[in-house]
């Protein structure tokens, strides 16, 4: 077995400098012939930087036991950079064969663009259709039917922390089953000398998740999937109402004067130590890099999903699977990229990669024994409990990038009581068909 080098090539902001074996024509002497796995070939991947990039490195050496000639190249550039450029990037004659990118936004533009191979192959193939959420499926689906990306690792968003012991402390067993219950913890929690719900509203990713938290449970699922279509652009009918009320009351309930005001970091650190009950936000903050590095020994830490609003209604919880990888076209090594592809979603990677990454799995078949062998236990525990209760596509995935700032004004003026369920309902309405014109 041939050892091979993995080289992280970091490419100056705004430069198109690729490895130049990423084989510009499909006749290139460097390209991958998949009857010589042995063969020494380079397969160039394009990423931001972070920690994909510790992912895709730690993946190739995995990877070189089935590959053995393989090098893989990780060139990196600046974030906004590579948003902007990338359909160009992708189709000059220094693109690469591989490339990160958001299952979202500007995934339509790299499409469109003509610079990206279907995958559909791919995915039935691998069987992805068995072992993948329906949203993660979903995703990266074009408007031709066809997928040209796939998700390879996850995060959660909402999730509701709580604090075992504050919630002893004022007399209340057990985590509550529907959002009529949330609300009345509030005075038992106020009571007995803590905050009852915090989570940084002054940052519109922690504001949108209100929406969120509320929009999905007061809505059946038919409304909520014409709403993440846009074929309902109308805040105003009586579901929304009803989600937009229980915002309010929120509000009323559980958050502490000026709320709205409480930045992320200051949120999560009152109930790091001790002095909110709850806090709301993503899978992201979990783990020794957030609350798990910060939590206090008075704080017996509890994870649990949103409860439904409604008889019967819905629990589940959004599911963020846009962190994807591409294959591009007439490299040469596109059936090297899809073999890639497909390792950095099999079992045995999905299963382990905790070691280097803070997400979660986008398999939905790797049981909480075995996460916990390389995952935060919290984050083990939260992605095993999402998994089993169901997951739903977020809507602020949908939006246009204009939309959380918009939207962030106008959940803050409905926390802070400036405006009521109904204005906000209409002027929420207004925003959304102005941002679509």
């Given at each position: 077995m041939k050892r091979i080098r993995l080289a992280t090539a970091v490419a100056a902001t705004g430069a198109l400098v690729l490895a130049a074996c990423s084989g510009e024509d499909a006749g290139d002497d460097t390209a991958f012939d998949p009857d010589n796995p042995d063969a020494e070939v380079t397969l160039t991947i394009t990423s931001t930087t972070g920690s994909n990039v510790d992912f895709f490195n730690w993946a190739a050496e995995s990877f070189?036991?089935?590959?053995?000639?393989?090098?893989?190249?990780?060139?990196?550039?600046?974030?906004?950079?590579?948003?902007?450029?990338?359909?160009?990037?992708?189709?000059?004659?220094?693109?690469?064969?591989?490339?990160?990118?958001?299952?979202?936004?500007?995934?339509?533009?790299?499409?469109?663009?003509?610079?990206?191979?279907?995958?559909?192959?791919?995915?039935?193939?691998?069987?992805?259709?068995?072992?993948?959420?329906?949203?993660?499926?979903?995703?990266p689906m074009a408007e031709d039917g066809q997928r040209y990306g796939v998700a390879f690792n996850s995060i959660m968003s909402p999730l509701l922390m709580y604090n075992r012991n504050a919630l002893e402390a004022a007399g209340i067993d057990g985590e509550p089953e529907t959002m009529e219950e949330l609300l009345a913890l509030g005075p038992q929690l106020e009571e007995a000398g803590?905050?009852?719900?915090?989570?940084?509203?002054?940052?519109?990713?922690?504001?949108?998740?209100?929406?969120?938290?509320?929009?999905?449970?007061?809505?059946?699922?038919?409304?909520?999937?014409?709403?993440?279509?846009k074929e309902i652009m109308d805040y105003t009918?009586?579901?929304?109402?009803?989600?937009?009320?229980?915002?309010?009351?929120?509000?009323?309930?559980?958050?502490?004067?000026?709320?709205?005001?409480?930045?992320?970091?200051?949120?999560?650190?009152?109930?790091?130590?001790?002095?909110?009950?709850?806090?709301?936000?993503?899978?992201?903050?979990?783990?020794?890099?957030?609350?798990?590095?910060?939590?206090s020994d008075d704080v017996d830490l509890g994870i649990m999903t949103y409860p439904p609003a409604t008889e019967g209604g819905n629990r589940t919880t959004g599911f963020y699977d846009a962190n994807g990888l591409v294959v591009v076209r007439d490299t040469g090594n596109e059936e090297l990229a899809k073999a890639f592809i497909a390792h950095a979603l099999s079992y045995e990677v999905q299963s382990t990669m905790g070691e280097v990454i803070t997400g979660t799995p986008v398999r939905n078949d790797i049981p909480l024994e075995v996460l916990e062998e390389t995952y935060d236990p919290f984050v083990a525990y939260s992605?095993?409990?999402?998994?089993?209760?169901?997951?739903?596509?977020?809507?602020?995935?949908?939006?246009?990038?204009?939309?959380?700032?918009?939207?962030?004004?106008?959940?803050?003026?409905?926390?802070?009581?400036?405006?009521?369920?109904?204005?906000?309902?209409?002027?929420?309405?207004?925003?959304?068909?102005?941002l679509d014109h």
């Open positions: 070189r036991e089935e590959y053995p000639g393989v090098t893989v190249d990780v060139v990196t550039h600046d974030d906004d950079w590579y948003n902007q450029n990338a359909a160009r990037l992708l189709n000059s004659d220094d693109r690469p064969d591989l490339a990160w990118f958001w299952l979202t936004g500007f995934y339509t533009s790299l499409v469109d663009s003509g610079a990206l191979l279907p995958l559909d192959d791919l995915y039935e193939q691998e069987g992805w259709a068995d072992v993948l959420p329906e949203s993660t499926l979903n995703l803590y905050i009852p719900w915090t989570s940084g509203l002054a940052n519109p990713s922690q504001a949108t998740q209100l929406f969120d938290i509320n929009i999905r449970r007061y809505t059946d699922d038919e409304t909520y999937q014409q709403l993440i279509d009918g009586p579901q929304m109402i009803a989600a937009f009320e229980n915002m309010y009351a929120m509000a009323n309930e559980l958050m502490a004067p000026g709320a709205v005001g409480v930045e992320d970091l200051e949120a999560r650190s009152l109930f790091a130590q001790g002095e909110a009950a709850f806090y709301s936000d993503g899978s992201w903050n979990l783990g020794e890099a957030g609350l798990g590095g910060e939590i992605y095993s409990r999402v998994q089993e209760e169901g997951t739903h596509r977020l809507f602020n995935t949908i939006m246009p990038g204009e939309y959380r700032p918009a939207a962030t004004q106008l959940i803050q003026g409905l926390v802070g009581g400036q405006l009521t369920p109904e204005e906000f309902a209409q002027q929420f309405t207004d925003m959304v068909q102005g």
